[in-house]
Structures are given as structure tokens and as C-alpha cells.
């Protein structure tokens, strides 16, 4: 078993920045490739951003590319998203999940572990 808790959502305002966190525990952190997904009420959960185990690869949804970034440690079993200029259309609860398939994948179903969830709210 993995668990995730993600921490660091909030309220920003439109063009501002939000840095989401999600903490691992269980299993080597090492041996998954991480993602963040984010879904808003009434959609499907969408992909935003993923890693590979050992970070040298990313990967981003067209609509966060040049605007948010992830990165991992491994040594403190973490990954994080840093979200700049940011957008109303950001807003959604954001998740982390954790997938032994590699390097990263942009499906949920990949994923065997995920968070509870964070919210995001960006006001225009």
C-alpha cells in the first residue's frame, strides 16, 4: 500500500501561483511514477502532469504546458506542482496519484494509489 496526502491548495487570484505538495508513505516511493490529476464538478478527472520515477522525465497536458511544473523527491518521498499563472479554468479539486507502471502514464486507470484531494479555486 502507498498512502498520498496532498496539502497546499487554496484560493488565488487569476495570474497568481499555488504550490501543491503530496506526501508518500508505504511502499518505496522510488518505485512509482507520480501524476496530478485534477477534476471539476461535473467532469471527468483530467491529467495535468506526471514524472517518472526518478524525475529525468516530465510530461504535461497541453493546457498547463509553460505554466505548471513537477518535480519529486525521492529522498523525501514528495512531489510537488508548481502552478503559475494560474487561470480560472485551473479551478478543480487537485489529486495525486502513484502508478508502478512507467515511466508515467496519462490515464487514471494507471494509477493505483491516489490522494484525497486539494482544492484549487482561482478567481478572476
Known amino acids: 500500500q502507498v498512502q498520498l496526502v496532498e496539502s497546499g491548495g487554496g484560493l488565488a487570484q487569476a495570474g497568481g501561483s499555488l504550490r501543491l505538495s503530496c506526501a508518500a508513505s508505504?511502499?518505496?516511493?522510488?518505485?512509482?511514477?507520480m501524476g496530478w490529476f485534477r477534476q471539476a464538478p461535473g467532469k471527468e478527472r483530467e491529467f495535468v502532469a506526471a514524472?517518472?520515477?526518478?524525475?529525468?522525465?516530465?510530461y504535461y497536458a497541453d493546457s498547463v504546458k509553460g505554466r505548471f511544473t513537477i518535480s519529486r523527491d525521492n529522498a523525501k518521498n514528495t512531489v510537488t506542482l508548481q502552478m503559475n499563472s494560474l487561470k480560472p479554468e485551473d479551478t478543480a479539486v487537485y489529486y495525486c496519484?502513484?502508478?508502478?507502471?512507467?515511466?508515467?502514464?496519462?490515464?487514471?486507470?494507471?494509477?493505483?494509489?491516489w490522494g484525497q484531494g486539494t482544492q484549487v479555486t482561482v478567481s478572476s
Open positions: 514524472i517518472s520515477r526518478n524525475g529525468d522525465s516530465t
Open positions: 508505504g511502499r518505496t516511493f522510488s518505485n512509482y511514477a
Open positions: 496519484g502513484a502508478s508502478i507502471s512507467g515511466p508515467y502514464s496519462v490515464r487514471p486507470v494507471a494509477y493505483n494509489y
